[in-house]
């Protein structure tokens, strides 16, 4: 048995395959095995996979394509290490990554231990403010400090729910049916991360950026054509909460994962049954009346519910993020620096 099982999907991850691969087998956690799914890639993926089985750390199995989901839950009955870590084929991890994760989970014995991320969108890197616990908790040893969901409802249902985020020890995902990606064909995280959030008796945290998570515009959560199923996912969270007894407890948290749902896809989406779903849904919410929903949030689902098309939905949201934007230039302190300058520039016109 080895401690740290990886289970990398891979599809069509050509560009960054090696970067991905090298972030991981250059750990400076040895004690690893990195089980490689090519998920019926048509680059070059399988042939980059192929020069790593050089590494006896390394397994490459290639499959027809089943989706990233399906193919998370088959490697999950195979896997042999003590913890279980999901990895993304484009992105890559800081080489202390593991051995900061395995010492968390060990010293805490957590069910899982959650980390934090920077985003790369082309050349420029920003810290992403989710699981800012270190935030919330204050100054406490993180070694030797575990907090189950009641301590951090707000991250349940309204935070990034990327597997990536966590390692998570084997024996707990195998205590619990549940504990599977549902086999959709994008937005499958959400319900594995409700569920593990929700079950764990002990989280554990490092407060540390170790994940360089690559946004990239063309992924399946961006597609257009994919929005409908987000109609799909808040219907397995949904009765997931109602058949566990959770819905009361999560009423208002759930409506926020919803508005803020909606009314965010609504910006990407050309579906008509997209917008007509989206509106009947903000229909029955009193958003208006929830403190958990930013105001931004409530504003659009407003101009959703005032429109008649998709068409003048999109454009309202467009029209108030950009406000939003120039309204927020217009009170930077770099705006104020340069207004002489930009009133004799417009002098000169």
């Known amino acids: 048995m080895v401690e740290i099982s ?33 998920d019926g890639s048509s680059d070059g993926s399988l042939e980059i996979l192929r020069d790593y089985e050089t590494d006896e750390r390394v397994t490459v199995i290639d499959q027809e394509n089943m989706g990233v989901a399906k193919t998370r839950n088959n490697a999950l009955e195979i896997v042999k290490g003590k913890y279980v870590y999901f990895m993304d084929s484009d992105d890559y991890l800081d080489s202390n990554a593991f ?13 899982f231990c959650i980390l934090k991320a920077i985003f790369v969108n082309a050349n420029e ?24 969901y009641k301590d951090v409802k707000s991250h349940v249902l309204n935070d990034l729910f990327a597997p990536w985020l ?27 991360h409700v569920k593990t959030m929700l079950n764990a008796k002990r989280i554990s945290f490092v407060p540390e950026y170790l994940y360089y998570y690559r946004e990239n515009d ?28 959770f819905m009361s407890e999560f009423k208002k948290e759930f409506e926020a994962f919803q508005v803020v749902k909606l009314v965010y896809y609504m910006g990407f989406s050309d579906s008509d049954e997209y ?20 105001q931004k949030d409530k504003d ?21 993020d950009c406000k939003r934007k120039v309204d927020t230039l217009e009170n930077s ?12 520039t417009s002098s000169l016109k």
């Open 166 to 192: 966590k390692m998570y020890k084997r024996e707990f995902l195998m205590s619990d049916d549940d504990f599977t990606f549902p086999e959709i064909k994008s937005y499958s995280d959400a319900p594995f």
């Open 275 to 294: 917008y007509l779903k989206a509106k009947d849904e903000l229909e029955k919410i009193d958003f208006k009346n929830n403190s958990l929903i930013p």
């Open 218 to 245: 063309d992924s399946l959560v961006h597609s257009s054509s994919n929005t409908i199923n987000f109609f799909i996912l808040s219907d397995i969270i949904k009765n997931y909460l109602e058949n566990n007894g």
């Open 125 to 148: 890197k920003y810290k992403f403010p989710a699981f800012d616990l270190d935030k919330e908790f204050g100054k406490v040893n993180f070694n030797k400090f575990t907090f189950t």
């Open 99 to 111: 051995k900061k994760l395995h010492d968390n989970l060990i010293s805490n014995d957590s069910d």
């Open 6 to 38: 990886v289970i990398l999907p891979v599809y069509n991850s050509q560009e960054y395959l090696k970067q991905c691969l090298d972030s991981i087998l250059n750990q400076t956690f040895k004690d690893i095995e990195v089980l490689c799914i090519n």
């Open 300 to 320: 659009k689902a407003g101009l959703v519910l005032d429109s008649q098309t998709l068409k003048e939905a999109s454009l309202a949201i467009q029209l108030y």
């Open 333 to 344: 302190k770099s705006w104020k620096i340069t207004k002489p300058i930009r009133k004799f």
